[in-house]
């Protein structure tokens, strides 16, 4: 089950869901509309799963950042966001993807638990100029069932994520799991 715009607001209201900073207006019926923060992290060179990623990081200027085709890009939300009582959903939005921005599709899926500012993978179809602070999607509170495991609770290589975090599966891959 989603929560719808009034819900987010209650459950923000009751402390059960957290969005800093929150903004009543940027509700919408069934969503939050976050925002990209102010850092971006480019990669550089090929990009090895057994490897760190190599990356230059830089800070979105307030007259934009032009973003080229071929690239990865690593941003973050501007809003930390997290619950123990919903799941969350983060996505791009129509507004963004007619820009030709594709935001965020490997990993919409915010754990029970999890607060944090979001880690965003973006890409661009054409050169397209982006602006901190500028709306850059929606984000949805969804119901879990079942007994509740909050994610910073695990033994999660990304529990203490709190910005920009590059792709750590080379942790596995050196652990012996794969």
Not at 85 to 93: P, T
Not at 101 to 117: D, E, T
């Amino acid at each position: 089950m989603i929560l719808t715009g009034p819900g987010i607001a209650a459950a923000v209201q009751a402390g059960e869901v957290t969005i800093d900073p929150y903004d009543p207006a940027r509700l919408s019926p069934n969503a939050y509309d976050w925002r990209l923060g102010d850092m971006i992290r480019i990669c550089d060179g090929d990009l090895d799963a057994a490897t760190p990623t190599a990356f230059t990081e830089q800070s979105i200027p307030a007259n934009g950042l032009l973003l080229q085709p071929g690239m990865l890009y690593l941003g973050v939300t501007l809003e930390r966001t997290g619950s123990e009582a919903y799941a969350q959903m983060l996505n791009g939005d129509r507004t963004i993807g007619a820009l030709g921005i594709w935001v965020h599709v490997s990993a919409p899926l915010g754990h029970q638990g999890h607060a944090i500012r979001w880690t965003l993978e973006i890409r661009a179809a054409r050169p397209v100029r982006v602006y901190p602070g500028m709306t850059f999607g929606k984000l949805v509170f969804l119901t879990a069932f079942g007994a509740p495991a909050s994610y910073q609770q695990q033994p999660a290589k990304y529990a203490a994520t709190d910005g920009i975090d590059i792709s750590r599966l080379y942790e596995e891959i050196h652990g012996g799991v794969l």
